[in-house]
């Protein structure tokens, strides 16, 4: 049974960082790309950064570029999402998502959450003084 949990989220300081860590169990990350959104109250779900399981390329939302990194440790199936220089504007639940690669075709899907099949439960973040 293919299986997110996230991890890492908490109460941060503005221009703080973070690491939020997603255990993936029942598939291998070489297969999915993989990928994390947000959602902060009242607004939509938002997409972040994108990897991908088989080469490691990543692709990255306008908003977070140069300032959020996401990785992946293929060995211990782990996709993580370094943050920095954290805003109150990023406090949101944080989630990662997966989907077979190749299931959904063109860039358009990376950040949409319709090219995710698989969600994990969320993680909060809070930035605030």
């Known amino acids: 049974q293919l299986q997110l949990v996230e991890s890492g989220g908490g109460l941060v300081q503005p221009g703080g960082s973070l690491r939020l860590s997603c255990a993936a169990s029942?598939?291998?990350?070489?297969?999915?790309?993989i990928a994390w959104f947000r959602q902060a109250p009242g607004k939509e779900r938002e997409g972040l950064a994108r990897l991908s399981g088989s080469d490691g390329s990543t692709y990255y939302a306008n908003s977070v570029k140069g300032r959020f990194t996401i990785s992946k440790d293929g060995a211990k199936n782990m996709v993580y999402l370094q943050m920095n220089s954290l805003k109150p504007e990023d406090t949101a639940v944080y989630y990662c998502?997966?989907?077979?690669?190749?299931?959904?075709?063109?860039?358009?899907?990376?950040?949409?959450?319709?090219?995710?099949?698989?969600w994990g439960q969320g993680t909060q973040v809070t930035v605030s003084s």
């Open positions: 998502a997966a989907a077979r690669s190749g299931t959904y075709g063109g860039t358009y899907f990376y950040l949409s959450p319709a090219g995710y099949d698989y």
């Open positions: 029942g598939f291998t990350l070489a297969d999915y790309g």
